[in-house]
C-alpha cells in the first residue's frame, strides 16, 4: 500500500473557488514538503511543516500538519489558473532528523478552468 | 541560473544500449539525491550523496544502474542495458548539509527506451 496517500487523485475547479488537498500516513511524518509539478518538469517547492499543529501560508496557499504529525492538508483559496498542475506531498517517513530520502504521493492533478 | 540543472532533458534510446544522464546541483549544496519518477507517480528515492560519498541505495537502484559524484560537485547516473522499464523521468535535487531544509529539484530527464 502507499505510505503516503493523496486525496482526491484529480481536482476540476472553477476559477475562484477554494480548494483543499488532503495527504495522510499510518507512520509519524518527520518533516512534510508540498511541492508542485507542471507536466513533464521539476518539482517546485511550496513549503516545509515539521511541528505538529503547524501552519504556513504563501500567497493564497496555507497547508497544515495535524497535531499527530500523520496528516497534512493544502488550501488554496481564491483559485486561479496559475495554480493548476500536480500537487505533491513528501515526507520523511524513515528517520528522525534524516530528510533526505523522501517519500511521496501519487500526487494530485488540479485543474483551473476560467 | 542558479538551480539545479540536469542534461539532457530528454533522451530516447534503444533498448539495449547505455545512457548517462548528468546534474548539476546549486553549488553549496552538499548533499544530491536522484529521484525516479513515472507516469502517474510520485518521484521514488533512488540514491543520496553527501558531498562525493554515496552513502544510501534504493533497492529500485539494480545493477545496471550506477551513480557517481566525483568531486563532490556534479554527478552522473548510468544505466547500462537499458528496457523498456526503465523509461521514466529521473530527477535530481540537492540540499544543503544542515538537517530541516528543503531539496531543490532539477527539471528532470526524460528517458523514453524504445
Known amino acids: 500500500s502507499q505510505e503516503l496517500e493523496q486525496s482526491p487523485q484529480s481536482l476540476i475547479v472553477q476559477e475562484g473557488k477554494n480548494l483543499t488537498i488532503n495527504c495522510t500516513s499510518s507512520?509519524?511524518?518527520?518533516?512534510l514538503y508540498w511541492y508542485k509539478q507542471k507536466y513533464g518538469e521539476g518539482l517546485i517547492f511550496l513549503m516545509m511543516?515539521?511541528?505538529?499543529?503547524e501552519e504556513k501560508s504563501h500567497e493564497k496557499i496555507t497547508a497544515k500538519l495535524d497535531e499527530k504529525k500523520q496528516q497534512s492538508s493544502l488550501h488554496i483559496t481564491a483559485s486561479q489558473p496559475s495554480h493548476a498542475g500536480i500537487y505533491l506531498c513528501?515526507?520523511?517517513?524513515?528517520?528522525?532528523?534524516?530528510?533526505?530520502?523522501?517519500?511521496f504521493g501519487k500526487g494530485t492533478l488540479l485543474t483551473v478552468n476560467p | 541560473d542558479t538551480g539545479v540543472s540536469q542534461d539532457p532533458r530528454h533522451k530516447i534510446t534503444k533498448r539495449g544500449q547505455n545512457v548517462t544522464f548528468r546534474c548539476d546541483p546549486i553549488?553549496?549544496?552538499?548533499?544530491l539525491y536522484w529521484y525516479r519518477q513515472t507516469l502517474g507517480q510520485g518521484p521514488e528515492f533512488l540514491t543520496y550523496f553527501q558531498n562525493e560519498a554515496q552513502l544510501e541505495k534504493s533497492r529500485l537502484l539494480s545493477d545496471r544502474f550506477s551513480a557517481e559524484r566525483p568531486k563532490g560537485s556534479f554527478s552522473t547516473l548510468e544505466i547500462q542495458r537499458t528496457e523498456q522499464g526503465d523509461s521514466a523521468m529521473y530527477l535530481c535535487?540537492?540540499?544543503?548539509?544542515?538537517?530541516?531544509?528543503?531539496?531543490?529539484f532539477g527539471q528532470g530527464t526524460r528517458l523514453t527506451v524504445v
Open positions: 507512520k509519524t511524518l518527520y518533516g
Open positions: 553549488s553549496e549544496h552538499n548533499r
Open positions: 511543516l515539521q511541528k505538529g499543529g
Open positions: 513528501g515526507a520523511d517517513i524513515s528517520w528522525v532528523g534524516s530528510n533526505y530520502k523522501l517519500t
Open positions: 535535487a540537492s540540499s544543503p548539509s544542515e538537517s530541516n531544509t528543503e531539496a531543490f
